[in-house]
């Protein structure tokens, strides 16, 4: 198995492209006992795989190209990586592009632990999401700055503070802050 696992990864991490350091990374919940669901990956892939809260959003801009591959467990591991890091912004227009077979998409949501994953809400427990516009519900003075956030000013397209579910990211004023989920409403 190994030598057709060099074969068809040309000797390179299936995820990123690097050659240094691969190995075979089973992608669970599947045994890994056939080509079809292992894949050939570096050490940087792998472990941040493996251990997704170490993962650098920057590192996994190579999905843009590995989550068009033909192998059903580079699409899988794609999957799982762009939807951990979908606060980032950027991996919500690359899932929604990702096309996956039913199959593929059931094996990669195996994958995914609903229960621990960080839900921003507001005021009204509408949960958000990173893209959505909001509105602020109170005056809010910018720690930092001279600016106050007016009650009703529109936040568009704003981004999810990944580690804390009570911050959101936008722009007011031309200037990027940090926004209190309790203070907008969807």
């Known amino acids: 198995m190994d030598q057709a696992l060099a074969e068809r990864s040309n000797n390179t991490c299936e995820?990123?492209?690097?050659?240094?350091?691969?190995?075979v990374l089973g992608v669970?919940?599947?045994?890994?006992?056939?080509?079809?669901e292992v894949i050939h990956a570096c050490s940087t892939c792998?472990?941040?795989f493996n251990d997704p809260e170490t993962a650098d959003p920057n590192h996994w801009r190579c999905l843009n190209e590995a989550m068009w591959s033909e192998v059903s467990a580079v699409k899988v591991?794609?999957?799982?990586?762009?939807?951990?890091?979908?606060?980032?912004?950027?991996?919500n227009d690359l899932l929604d592009m990702m096309?996956?077979?039913e199959e593929e998409?059931?094996?990669?949501?195996?994958?995914?632990?609903?229960?621990t994953a960080v839900k921003h809400v507001d005021s009204n427990g509408v949960e958000l999401l990173a893209g959505d516009s909001v509105v602020i519900i109170k005056d809010l003075n910018v720690k930092g700055s001279s600016i106050v956030a007016k009650r009703g000013t529109s936040v568009?397209?704003?981004?999810?503070v990944h580690d804390n579910p009570e911050h959101i990211e936008g722009k007011v004023d031309g200037q990027q802050i940090v926004i209190?989920?309790?203070?907008v409403k969807k």
Do not use: F
């Open 15 to 23: 995820l990123c492209g690097s050659a240094e350091g691969l190995s």
């Open 28 to 36: 669970p919940p599947k045994a890994g006992n056939t080509l079809d």
């Open 46 to 48: 792998v472990s941040q």
């Open 77 to 91: 591991v794609a999957y799982r990586m762009l939807d951990h890091l979908k606060g980032e912004g950027w991996p």
């Open 99 to 101: 096309y996956l077979e």
């Open 105 to 115: 998409l059931n094996w990669a949501k195996q994958g995914l632990s609903d229960e």
């Open 156 to 160: 568009r397209n704003i981004r999810l």
């Open 180 to 183: 209190l989920t309790k203070y």
